[in-house]
């Protein structure tokens, strides 16, 4: 092979690879939380690094081959649908795994020494005394909870909607309702003490009374508090990137696809996007403002590893409204953009301590570089129909301000999916650039996607609607 032929099949990102090998190699490694198949690509890149043949915790046995190359499996099945659930019972499963799950941990890992990857926003450390390496610790697991992240944007001298945190009784949220709506109703967000959650599926917007009536009866059931902030129309997008020991390692905006839900106060929280570009000066204030946030946090508590900041793009700029102190959607969207660097084990080495030995300047150039060329969006939701088809899909084009099905030797600009799940199905929209919408938006799309599949599989998911846009 010539130089020109090796260099053009050396990724950029082969040191960051390595360095991210150095943590896992030799090592037993435990894979927690997804279906058994689908670790497949997750155990090639680990026997790439050199660890040892992993063990799967698997969230059910699911549909497919387990994966080539693992030491063993058992399942410990969670029985969730909604990514909220599904954290607050990988948490609870990595505090008290059930005999079976211990049983087969020990026989793989009769010392303890393995390192466990749960792949989640859980808050747990160990796992029957071992290491979750991409758990978080108390501390860090607090900067995610809405009713405190306003101290890390006033600290920062950072814009931010007015608010008030009441208790979540029905008066005093109706008076708050009443005091900050600005015109187009008012957002409410839970506190934490119902466990770890995923901001859209758990925030509230209230818009009328029928909406008041609903929200209320919905945060009462798990909170004390509530903090409630007007609404802004705009795009809900946001900003990663990782906090390394030397530096903030900072990446490019996305779209989040928020969605109205059927119900009046619901909101619906359908992946994200990358094609999302903002101008230039609002993609450089997002950038800064992430650098900004990940040196507080590390100074304040030496968090380490992947984190999002959440808001929203409006007629004057973009507004934070969360923290989430951990990977994301967008974060598992971006990672296909380095094969054979999955971005759950760069998080797992560097949450776990391990020191890569590149600088933050250095990892942000590689990765930043990388997701800039490869755009892509994850979009899908669960529905409790059944799938009688595994598989089954149809192609769709963009025509106008709507999707609809394609014509026989039409060009299509996405594809929808539906696949079983062991509690109902999931539906997919596989997005190509041609289906963006304007201002390179995807969350029309994936409303229209959505529809199309009620027709034609009767899934339930046709009463969607995307977020009112900013006012010019």
């Known amino acids: 092979m010539n130089d020109n032929a090796a260099k053009a099949t050396t ?14 190699r030799g090592r ?23 660890s040892q043949a992993p063990f799967i915790v698997g969230n059910g046995i699911g549909r497919g081959e387990v994966p080539d190359g693992v030491a063993g499996y058992c399942t410990a099945e969670l029985g969730t649908v909604t990514f909220t659930d599904t954290a607050r019972a990988t948490d609870r499963l990595l505090a008290d795994p059930p005999a079976h799950v211990l049983a087969a941990l020990d026989a793989y890992d009769p010392d303890g020494t393995a390192i466990v990857l749960a792949e989640s926003n859980v808050t747990r450390a160990t796992m029957a005394g071992r290491q979750v390496a991409d758990g ?12 405190t992240v306003e101290r890390i944007w006033d600290e920062l001298g950072v814009y931010r909607l007015p608010f008030e945190v009441v208790p979540a009784a029905g008066e005093a949220l109706r008076a708050a309702h009443e005091r900050l709506d600005l015109g187009h109703g008012t957002v409410w967000y839970r506190d934490m003490e119902g466990g770890v959650q995923v901001t859209f599926e758990q925030a509230r917007w209230v818009r009328d009374a029928a909406g008041l009536a609903e ?3 919905a945060v009462v059931q798990e909170c004390r508090q509530v903090k409630v902030s007007p609404f802004l129309p705009g795009t809900p997008c946001g900003i990663n990137g990782f906090v390394l020991a030397d530096g903030v390692v900072v990446l490019r905006p996305f779209e989040e696809l928020v969605l109205e839900g059927p119900e009046r106060s619901q909101l619906v929280y359908a992946g994200c996007s990358t094609h999302f570009d ?3 000066e609002i993609r450089d204030r997002m950038r800064d403002l992430a650098r900004a946030v990940g040196s507080l946090m590390h100074r304040e508590t030496g968090f380490r590893g992947a984190f999002s900041i959440g808001g929203v793009r409006t007629r004057t700029g973009f507004v934070p409204l969360d923290l989430l102190p951990r990977g994301n959607t967008a974060h598992r969207v971006m990672s296909t ?18 020191d890569l030995g590149m ?26 129909a059944p799938c009688e088809v595994p598989g089954r899909s149809r192609w769709l084009t963009a025509d106008g301000d709507a999707l609809r099905l394609s014509r026989k030797d039409e060009r299509s600009d996405a594809c929808l999916v539906q696949d079983p799940l062991d509690s109902g199905s999931i539906v997919i929209m596989i997005a190509g650039p041609g289906a963006l919408s304007g201002e390179r938006r995807l969350a029309s799309r994936a409303a229209d996607s959505f529809a199309i599949s009620d027709r034609l599989w009767r899934t339930g998911l046709d009463n969607l609607r995307e977020m ?3 006012v010019r």
């Open 11 to 24: 990724p950029e990102w082969s040191e960051l690879t390595e360095a991210v090998a150095r943590f896992y």
């Open 28 to 50: 037993k490694v435990v894979l927690l939380g997804r279906e058994v198949p689908q670790y497949r690509l997750r155990v090639q890149a680990l026997a790439a690094m050199g």
């Open 136 to 147: 978080r610790p108390a501390e860090w697991a607090a900067l995610e909870d809405k009713l």
């Open 215 to 217: 929200a209320t009866a």
């Open 278 to 280: 903002p101008e230039p």
């Open 337 to 354: 953009a380095t094969p054979g660097l999955p971005w759950g084990l760069l998080q797992g080495a560097v949450a776990g301590g391990h």
């Open 359 to 384: 600088s933050a300047a250095a990892v942000e150039s590689v990765l930043l570089r990388a997701v800039e060329r490869q755009r892509g969006s994850a979009v899908a939701l669960h529905c409790p």
């Open 468 to 470: 009112p846009a900013a």
